[in-house]
């Protein structure tokens, strides 16, 4: 079966099914998408008209979480944990890494400071619920999980962020810390990005018009 990623340069709901499938070593193709000017092809195959979608042959897989689940049951090595109860457990925190990734969002297009400081106490509250439950140095110990594929994505923007001035959102999380250390370093997680992703989200994050695309112009100007 031929597999094919249709995938936004930015998106981090691809980079995990992208991960999944590196982690895995199974070959797939890419498709790139517009998503300001989506094209029909890709309207009828992503009922929500999001990426990523997954094209078996001819057949479409649209939902991040349900791709990478597909992959999990069809593709050794297993991701999942083999326990019921533990599979159910990081279910969840794929499900809890897609709202940080909203509140990702709502840091990033926050209108004023006062709504980037409240977006940026709810990132650092669940960065602080991450640091109860991580065992690292991956999410469950020594395996990389599912859940690692969602969480990579998830710190890439922080890299970004730092360098763009922003202060970390780290401190005194040190099981985090290391976790996001040791995903940075994980092969699948780098090559799931495109080679400019740097360059690329620091011009999305300039065109939100946003507090957050101020500071950035304010930080680069200073720098030039
Ligand atoms: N729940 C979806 C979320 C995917 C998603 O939000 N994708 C964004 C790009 S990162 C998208 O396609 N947005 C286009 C739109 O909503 O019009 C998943 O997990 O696959």
């Given at each position: 079966m031929q597999l094919t990623l249709v995938s936004h340069h930015l998106c981090p709901y691809v980079q995990r099914a992208a991960i999944v499938l590196l982690e895995k070593g199974v070959p797939f193709g890419r498709r790139w998408v517009d998503l300001a000017n989506k094209p029909d092809w890709f309207r009828a195959i992503s009922p929500l008209g999001k990426t990523p979608v997954l094209l078996a042959d001819d057949t479409p897989v649209f939902e991040s979480a349900v791709i990478c689940e597909y992959l999990d049951e069809t593709?050794?090595?297993?991701?999942?944990?083999?326990?019921p109860l533990q599979r159910a457990q990081h279910r969840a925190w794929m499900e809890f890494g897609s709202a940080v990734l909203n509140t990702i969002w709502a840091f990033y297009t926050a209108p004023d400071a006062a709504a980037l400081e409240a977006r940026r106490d709810e990132l650092r509250t669940k960065f602080e619920q991450l640091e109860a439950v991580v065992e690292g140095p991956f999410f469950a110990g020594e395996r990389f999980s599912i859940v690692d594929a969602v969480f990579g994505p998830v710190f890439r923007y922080f890299d970004v962020f730092e360098a763009l001035g922003e202060p970390s959102?780290?401190?005194?999380l040190p099981r985090v810390r290391a976790w996001r250390a040791a995903l940075a370093q994980r092969p699948a997680v780098r090559e799931a990005?495109?080679?400019?992703y740097r360059e690329r989200l620091t011009q999305f994050l300039l065109d939100r018009r946003s507090e957050l695309s101020r500071r950035i112009e304010r930080q680069l100007a200073s720098v030039k």
């Open positions: 593709h050794e090595p297993r991701l999942h944990p083999a326990d959102l780290f401190g005194g990005a495109v080679p400019d």
